[in-house]
């Protein structure tokens, strides 16, 4: 979409400058800078679309919704990892604006970057209800109270957008540690009253990789654009593994879904 004075007051221009990278043609990455028009209405992602559609259809990128619900416009913007949708070029004027692909993972080409190791670890905790106990069509929905679904609410508004990922200093270190993401969305699961999977999805967590290679930062939940919170997930998971260790030696089991609403312990 062209600037229009008439949508948003009148066009300025912008520097944008991006990471450049087609595997086809660059040895390696290298930066580009655009001069963009701009209005006060438009985001990151309008500006990424005038420069494809304007000044150089070989700029690749990832979006869909633009409305902050697909999760597929990650980047980082001025060095943050944001949802490019949601940020506006206004807040960069006039200083010139950095975009890179999320930090932390390859680049694929430009700003699109790799993302099947992080399916993998979304595949690998059993993302779907493993029902407790089975019914029939004929006996109903499985229903749940209010404060059964507050237990989990939470971590089912993660988009997969991955950005908590580009935050987190330990994947960057450790590629195979599950993650701030994978482990908001096992306790999504493992926080429902209606599921019977946990013990499949514990056996991640106790893993090496798993909850206990959080160093605990926590920039992995100010950078999420949905407030899911994986960091809160994340210490939830340690909590119920360190318990899960010392009720072993009492021969005992605990359900975690007795806990209030974000606590870890019941
Ligand atoms: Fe869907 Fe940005 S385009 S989240």
Not at 164 to 182: H, K, L
Not at 221 to 249: G, H, I, M, W
Request: aromatic letters at 10%.
């Amino acid at each position: 979409m062209p600037p229009d004075a008439a949508a948003g007051g009148a066009p300025r221009e912008i520097m944008i400058k991006t990471l450049r990278y087609r595997p086809d043609v660059d040895s390696k990455p290298a930066w580009q800078t655009y001069r963009v028009p701009f209005t006060e209405d438009m985001s990151v992602l309008q500006g990424l679309q005038y420069i494809k559609d304007h000044l150089d259809g070989t700029l690749s990128f990832r979006w869909s919704c633009r409305m902050a619900i697909c999760g597929s416009c990650g980047m980082m913007i001025g060095g943050e990892p944001k949802l490019a949708c949601m940020s506006v070029l206004r807040d960069y004027y006039p200083g010139e604006l950095v975009i890179e692909p999320l930090a932390h993972f390859p680049i694929e080409r430009d700003l699109v970057v790799t993302v099947g190791e992080f399916v993998k670890k979304i595949e690998s905790i059993y993302p779907y209800l493993i029902p407790k106990t089975a019914r029939r069509l004929d006996e109903g929905e499985y229903l749940q109270t209010p404060l059964q679904l507050a237990r989990y609410e939470t971590f089912s508004d993660c988009i997969n957008c991955m950005l908590c990922y580009a935050a987190c200093p330990q994947f960057g270190e450790n590629p195979d540690f599950i993650g701030p993401g994978a482990m908001a969305l096992l306790q999504r699961y493992n926080g429902d009253s209606r599921d019977g999977g946990e013990e499949k999805r514990m056996a991640l967590v106790h893993t090496e990789n798993g909850a206990w290679s959080c160093t605990a930062v926590g920039y992995c939940s100010e950078v999420c654009p949905k407030q899911v919170d994986p960091a809160n997930a994340v210490n939830q998971n340690k909590t119920r593994s360190a318990l899960d260790y010392f009720l072993r030696f009492l021969g005992r089991s605990v359900d975690v879904r007795s806990a209030p609403p974000g606590g870890g312990a019941p």
